[in-house]
């Protein structure tokens, strides 16, 4: 069975998302946590600007048991209280699968058709498998969503002039900066997103372009590509008083404060935008004289604009998910048949062997050979026809209570 607990933007604002937005340090010990207990089978943390999603995989009969088990080490790591749980939402089974089929997509982001959901649920998966959580129903079902979210992309425009969180940020520099070509712009972060950034700033033709980051080499290289200049961090405070727009898109809470603005407000207008989660920039900034703070949840309006180009290719979106799913339902549903088709070639192939060791008693080696051969034959046609036969009174395994029969025949 394959469950999902999760948050995103559509369910929980940014001040609660924040304080479950994990690194990769916080998804090993939340899933060694989780996999402590003998009832979840396998475990994926998907943890992003927008959402933190956990894929778990387990027994049906373990998954009350297992949620029970998520809950307690959700609370141990992000104080997971009752308050808090409103915000989350529960999908198992074919919801679940069609839920990340539909993320990969990019029909559940903020930002619709956006493909750097892709590259962070790929980054997730193969965390995961690397470190051993994914399980089999979870390797096989994220291994089926980038094949899922390739053939959207493909088939249909959806991602045809998306753009991403990114993209948002500068078009809201655009609206408040008639001239963004000629202003002072500093970039705090040199990540992915931050990268994003800069190209799209780039594409308006921006001149005036600082990099600060904590890895002086990462925002060199950056800058190098972009023609832009390097601050270094220790000067961070100086460079926002400089400049007339502030992006900031790192790993750090409150990373830009008070404290760092120092007693002195600016001197002319500064426009920030934290694209952080959990918020790089504190809030309490919003109250200096000219400074004007926004954050990733105030980028929607621009989000919604692009959202109606996009819906025209829902439909063919949403027939080739249909499909997959059906597909992926069917995998796993004959999983539930292994067990069964274990006990029918066990149990035939002990039948042929018992058979054959009576009869090499009284016959000589060249007829024990003979009858081997026939007999192996025999054994795997029998073997062909009842795993067949199986699957069709079973419909493939859905007729739970007729499985579980065949499984008393042979255990």
Request: aromatic share 8%; with cysteine; proline share 2%.
């Amino acid at each position: 069975m394959i469950g999902l607990i999760g948050l995103s933007h559509k369910s929980a604002p940014l001040e609660v998302r924040e304080r479950y937005a994990f690194n990769n340090e916080d998804i090993v010990h939340l899933s060694e946590c989780i996999l402590s207990g003998s009832r979840v089978e396998g475990i994926l943390v998907l943890s992003t600007c927008n959402r933190t999603e956990l894929y778990f995989s387990t027994q049906a009969n373990c998954l009350k048991g297992g949620i029970q088990h998520i809950d307690e080490c959700l609370h141990n790591f992000a104080e997971y209280s009752s308050k808090s749980k409103e915000y989350f939402y529960h999908l198992f089974d074919q919801d679940a699968v069609n839920h990340l089929f539909r993320l990969i997509s990019g029909l559940e982001s903020m930002v619709i058709g956006e493909y750097q959901i892709v590259s962070q649920i790929k980054d997730a998966y193969g965390f995961a498998r690397e470190k051993g959580f994914a399980g089999k129903i979870l390797d096989r079902l994220f291994s089926k969503a980038l094949e899922v979210g390739k053939q959207v992309r493909t088939q249909t425009g959806i991602s045809r002039g998306a753009f991403s969180v990114s993209y948002a940020a500068v078009e809201k520099c655009r609206e408040h900066f008639s001239d963004l070509e000629k202003r002072k712009i500093l970039l705090v972060g040199a990540g992915e997103t931050g990268e994003l950034v800069v190209k799209n700033l780039h594409k308006r033709g921006c001149q005036f372009i600082s990099i600060a980051n904590r890895t002086y080499e990462k925002a060199s290289h950056l800058a190098s590509r972009f023609q832009a200049e390097i601050v270094p961090f220790g000067k961070l405070s100086a460079a926002i008083h400089e400049a007339e727009i502030v992006i900031s898109s790192v790993s750090g809470e409150h990373l830009i404060n008070p404290g760092l603005i120092g007693e002195q407000a600016p001197t002319h207008k500064i426009m920030m935008i934290d694209l952080g989660v959990p918020r790089n920039i504190d809030p309490q900034l919003a109250g200096i004289k000219n400074i004007r703070l926004l954050n990733i949840d105030d980028l929607k309006k621009v989000v919604v604009q692009n959202e109606e180009k996009k819906k025209s290719y829902f439909d063919t979106a949403c027939q080739i998910i249909q499909t997959k799913s059906v597909e992926f339902e069917d995998w796993l549903t004959s999983q539930k048949l292994s067990p069964t088709i274990r006990y029918i070639m066990s149990s035939v192939q002990d039948l042929h062997q018992n058979g054959l060791d009576a009869f090499r008693s009284a016959h000589s080696d060249e007829e024990v050979e003979i009858m081997e051969k026939y007999g192996k034959h025999l054994s795997e046609k029998m073997i062909r026809t009842l795993i067949k036969n199986l699957k069709t009174t079973t419909d493939n395994g859905r007729k739970r209570e007729l499985v579980d029969m065949v499984n008393r025949l042979f255990d």
